[in-house]
């Protein structure tokens, strides 16, 4: 089935410092999403992409639509420590349905103050 | 409040040992799904519903079962838990199948001893 990449696996940082991460795929989608997961709870999403190219902003938050349709990206500008907990990419083919999501192994993220 | 609920949070359990895991949504959401989620794998789809009595396998079936009989409800039902079942579970709704855009339930913790 389809994989994606997901890096870094984990990442620590100091407050205020801007984090990047990023997802590949060998297959190409149609959707990106990026969801966040915070201590014991479920994945929120934060920002939906459907469009090649696209940059969309959430806050400090801003992920792009690779033109490739093959990867995306998350940024999180002037990190706060309640940016700590995982974050996942999630990829959807064509075809337009939740069922066929896929998510990567999500990223790790620990702001130190 | 839009939310999906699931109980337990947390379970301890043995083998054998016949359990079933709720999952509520109040959005009227057609779209329902159940994940796990094991460290360094990201989220695996275990089953899904398209609305009420239309369920299908996802891709890490085995070992469970899945019943929708209500729209708001679907439980999972594990007849026999082994340890391999050891995992963070989370449910899943949209508000139709051809939406990418789910919202997680907070998550249930089982420990098949």
């Known amino acids: 089935g389809q994989q994606l990449n997901q890096s870094p696996q984990s990442m620590f940082i100091q407050e205020g410092e801007d984090v990047s991460m990023n997802c590949t795929s060998s297959?190409?989608?149609?959707?990106w999403l990026w969801y966040k997961q915070d201590p014991g709870e479920g994945p929120v999403l934060l920002i939906a992409?459907?469009?090649?190219?696209e940059l969309t902003s959430n806050g400090r938050l801003t992920a792009q639509f690779g033109i490739t349709r093959k990867d995306s990206f998350l940024n999180i500008s002037a990190s706060i420590p309640s940016d700590v907990g995982i974050y996942f990419c999630?990829?959807?083919?064509?075809?337009?349905?939740?069922?066929?999501?896929?998510f990567g192994s999500g990223t790790q993220l620990t702001v130190l103050p | 409040e839009a939310q999906v609920t699931q109980n337990p949070r947390y379970l301890i359990t043995v083998t054998g040992k016949k359990l079933t895991v709720t999952c509520s949504q109040n959005?009227?959401?057609?779209?329902m799904s159940w994940y796990r989620q094991d460290p360094g794998l990201g989220l695996r789809q275990i089953y899904y519903?398209?609305?009420?009595?239309?369920?299908d396998k996802g891709d890490v079936p085995e070992g469970y079962k899945v019943s929708r009989k209500e729209k708001r409800n679907f439980p999972l039902i594990l007849e026999s838990p082994s340890p391999n079942q050891t995992s963070l579970y989370f449910c899943?709704?949209?508000?139709?199948?051809?939406?990418?855009?789910?919202?997680f339930g907070p998550g249930t913790r089982l420990t098949v001893t």
């Open positions: 899943a709704s949209s508000i139709t199948p051809g939406s990418y855009e789910q919202y």
């Open positions: 297959s190409i989608f149609n959707t």
């Open positions: 992409l459907y469009k090649a190219g």
């Open positions: 999630a990829g959807g083919p064509f075809s337009g349905s939740a069922r066929q999501l896929t």
């Open positions: 959005m009227n959401h057609e779209y």
């Open positions: 519903s398209m609305n009420v009595e239309v369920t």
